[in-house]
């Protein structure tokens, strides 16, 4: 859950002030040199302060942290570099792989989620959607140990007071035996469990539906549902609404994006106004708002109020958009399609998980050192894609992983080239003969710029694509990698600098 709005219950997660504009911000600042003394002092005195006054003196020693964590003060201060746009936000989202998921997780837990639905009047689908958005259904819960992030943040740069209520709060459900101090972890800001609430929503919302005596959110699919559906509900959430409709706009239709403005359904027929297969609007939602989350040559809606309880749970229109249409997505059973009938106003669209894997997967067989092929593109494997692109003449570099880009990396670009992988403890040649130079060196590391396509041929020289020639590896300056081939045929290069 991650809000821009800072309450006694708001959620809120590592995309603090995230905005999803495409507008580029400050990259990743350094992390701080933090005072393990003045933290002590700091410790001091929040333990004796009004907010540490339900907990007892035993959980906060215990659980005091010995150092602060720096790297939760650099993320609390980060905006990242390359921002999404909305069909980037949703295509990573709201993939075949999380429909699939979801419904696989809706016939395992079909029975409780009847249960949760006549309890709260929340459809279950609309929890799943939650669920997946979240945490993948489970399968992402986040490593930071929640104690050393909230006391960290609670004692160093902004929004001190919220961090220690938050941090209080997280002693307290220790404290109560809900959650074990082993399955404390979550995101840098303190949210966790299966459907990351943070410590004060968890102990304002959440609820013991397997009848365990715990409310535990992290090992308990049923509390952590049953949870999301009390949080759902205790918003606004309108049992048998729908959350709104994808629609099509008449020609020359001109509107502003404003979901607050809700009329009803007959004033938007009248505008002409219908679902974006053509059928007319149905009648079984109260009022909406239209929503224009790309202006109005996109995608459009017309969303209700249990849109804005998705929007509740995390204020970001396009965090609602994802939990409306992967809900939709698990209703229907369907993972064939999972775009809008309208397309989005672009030639570039975003891409899969599995694409995005793809990609991590091409940038490392060409050299990159971007990690792990994990499906997130994160900062090291945008800026190897800048690299990339600019190696192969790609113009903006932008770092973008979208359509074009992978294509780029897996098909060799729009020439149908094939992007081939350097072979062990060699280096990309150009089509000069010389050894490629490398990469200036930046927060990754040094990077190879592969200038040409290249093959290993079956001896220890190379065949240089752009001429046909043999070329015999350089031995001066030359950059060595170690091949890693997992089980599934997949090769990682790691650099070995020479001499070590």
């Given at each position: ?382 800026t190897a894609i800048q690299q990339y692109q600019t190696s192969r003449g790609v113009f903006p570099a932008d770092g973008r992983a979208g359509q074009r880009f992978y294509r780029l990396i897996t098909q060799g670009g729009v020439q149908g080239n094939t992007i081939s992988r350097p072979t062990q403890y060699s280096q990309p040649v150009n089509s000069q003969n010389q050894p490629s130079t490398s990469a200036p060196a930046d927060r990754m590391g040094q990077l190879i710029e592969q200038q040409t396509t290249i093959t290993p041929s079956r001896s220890n020289k190379f065949t240089d694509q752009a001429t046909g020639q043999a070329v015999e590896p350089s031995t001066t300056n030359r950059v060595r990698y170690r091949r890693i081939t997992d089980a599934n045929g997949n090769i990682r290069l790691v650099r070995i600098d020479?001499?070590?």
């Open positions: 859950m991650r809000l821009n709005k800072l309450s006694s219950v708001s959620l809120l997660t590592a995309a603090i002030g995230l905005s999803l504009a495409s507008t580029a911000q400050a990259a990743r600042p350094p992390a701080p040199d933090l005072s393990n003394s003045e933290f002590q002092q700091c410790l001091d005195g929040l333990k004796n302060s009004s907010k540490f006054s339900g907990v007892d003196s035993y959980t906060f020693n215990n659980y005091r942290p010995s150092q602060p964590d720096p790297s939760v003060i650099q993320s609390l201060n980060y905006q990242p570099e390359f921002q999404k746009d909305v069909w980037d936000y949703l295509s990573a989202l709201v993939d075949k792989e999380r429909v699939e998921d979801g419904i696989r997780a809706k016939r395992q837990w079909g029975d409780t989620l009847r249960q949760i639905e006549s309890r709260y009047g929340v459809k279950p689908e609309h929890v799943l959607g939650v669920w997946g958005v979240e945490s993948n259904f489970g399968q992402t819960l986040g490593k930071k140990p929640l104690f050393e992030s909230l006391a960290t943040l609670s004692c160093f740069d902004r929004r001190q007071s919220y961090f220690q209520g938050e941090f209080a709060n997280a002693l307290k459900i220790v404290q109560n035996g809900d959650i074990a101090p082993s399955d404390m972890t979550g995101s840098w800001a303190g949210a966790f469990g299966q459907t990351q609430f943070m410590p004060s929503t968890f102990l304002e919302l959440a609820v013991d539906f397997d009848g365990d005596g715990r409310r535990d959110l992290v090992n308990s699919v049923p509390d952590a549902l049953a949870s999301t559906a009390n949080f759902l509900d205790k918003r606004g959430y309108r049992t048998g609404e729908p959350w709104g409709y994808e629609v099509k706009l008449p020609s020359g239709y001109s509107a502003a994006s404003d979901r607050k403005n809700k009329k009803s359904m007959s004033y938007w027929r009248g505008q002409g106004l219908t679902l974006a297969n053509g059928s007319p609007l149905p009648s079984n939602l109260d009022s909406a708002g239209l929503l224009l989350p790309a202006g109005s040559n996109g995608p459009a809606f017309l969303v209700g109020k249990n849109f804005d309880t998705f929007y509740s749970y995390n204020a970001s229109e396009n965090y609602a958009l994802a939990i409306a249409h992967l809900s939709d997505l698990i209703t229907r059973e369907d993972s064939s399609k999972t775009d809008f009938i309208t397309a989005w106003p672009t030639d570039d669209p975003g891409i899969s998980r599995q694409q995005a894997r793809d990609i991590q997967q091409g940038l490392l067989n060409a050299g990159y050192d971007i990690g792990e092929v994990d499906g997130i593109i994160g900062d090291n494997t945008r020479e001499g070590s």
